[in-house]
T-cell receptor, first 113, second 113 residues
Framework: AQSVAQPEDQVNVAEGNPLTVKCTYS??????LFWYVQYPNRGLQFLLK??????LVKGSYGFEAEFNKSQTSFHLKKPSALVSDSALYFC???????????FGPGTRLSVLP | NAGVTQTPKFQVLKTGQSMTLQCAQD?????MYWYRQDPGMGLRLIYY???????DKGEVPNGYNVSRLNKREFSLRLESAAPSQTSVYFC????????????FGQGTRLTVV
């Protein structure tokens, strides 16, 4: 069975500081991993994905994520947080032979001015 | 290029009423999905369709029916709405079963009173 965990419901960080949003996963076979962001009363926006290759993936708005196979993790990072980064972040998993995209519960990021 | 379009954006129903949520994509995708989003639970899959004329149950199908009459459209029907179906509903599409990205609509906020 596939599953995604986001151990923190809420992450608070000061503007200008680095941010990390954590994600761990469980899947048989090789995973496809994604980060999506949801701003208040908006749909889901794609940030980045890991399919294969380089473990450090760069995405939109200065975000990046590091795939760690031994720790089954895919943490989202940004070197310097902005107040406008405040949103709900979802880690998403898809098995490479599976149909479905499995969502984590989401982590609410608050960047404080 | 509209991508994935959902209608309506907002809806209030009385318990026992029925309605259909519409979803259309213009990307010639084979796979389409319906998810519901509830606080602290991420997005959970209701139904998906791998191709025109085929549908399969997801994690939370009870109380819903779907129809994939053509490649563009995938509708979700609530036959007798219940307060537990108050949620935000997202439709998504992807090129096929081995797709490495899904595209989401803007969501439908449904309240059942």
């Amino acid at each position: 069975a596939q599953s995604v965990a986001q151990p923190e419901d809420q992450v608070n960080v000061a503007e200008g500081n680095p941010l990390t949003v954590k994600c761990t996963y469980s899947v048989s076979g090789n995973p496809y991993l994604f980060w999506y962001v949801q701003y208040p009363n908006r749909g889901l926006q794609f940030l980045l994905k890991y399919i294969t290759g380089d473990n450090l993936v760069k995405g939109s708005y200065g975000f990046e994520a590091e795939f760690n196979k031994s720790q089954t993790s895919f943490h989202l990072k940004k070197p310097s947080a902005l107040v406008s980064d405040s949103a709900l972040y979802f880690c998403v998993l898809k098995g490479n032979y599976g149909q479905n995209f499995v969502f984590g519960p989401g982590t609410r990021l608050s960047v404080l001015p | 290029n509209a991508g994935v379009t959902q209608t309506p954006k907002f809806q209030v129903l009385k318990t026992g009423q029925s309605m259909t949520l519409q979803c259309a994509q213009d990307m010639n995708h084979n796979s389409m999905y319906w998810y519901r989003q509830d606080p602290g639970m991420g997005l959970r899959l209701i139904y998906y369709s791998a191709s025109e004329g085929t549908t399969d149950k997801g994690e939370v199908p009870n109380g819903y029916n779907v129809s994939r009459l053509n490649k563009r459209e995938f509708s979700l029907r609530l036959e007798s709405a219940a307060p537990s179906q108050t949620s935000v509903y997202f439709c998504a599409s992807a090129p096929g079963p081995y797709a490495t990205e899904a595209f989401f609509g803007q969501g439908t906020r449904l309240t059942v009173v």
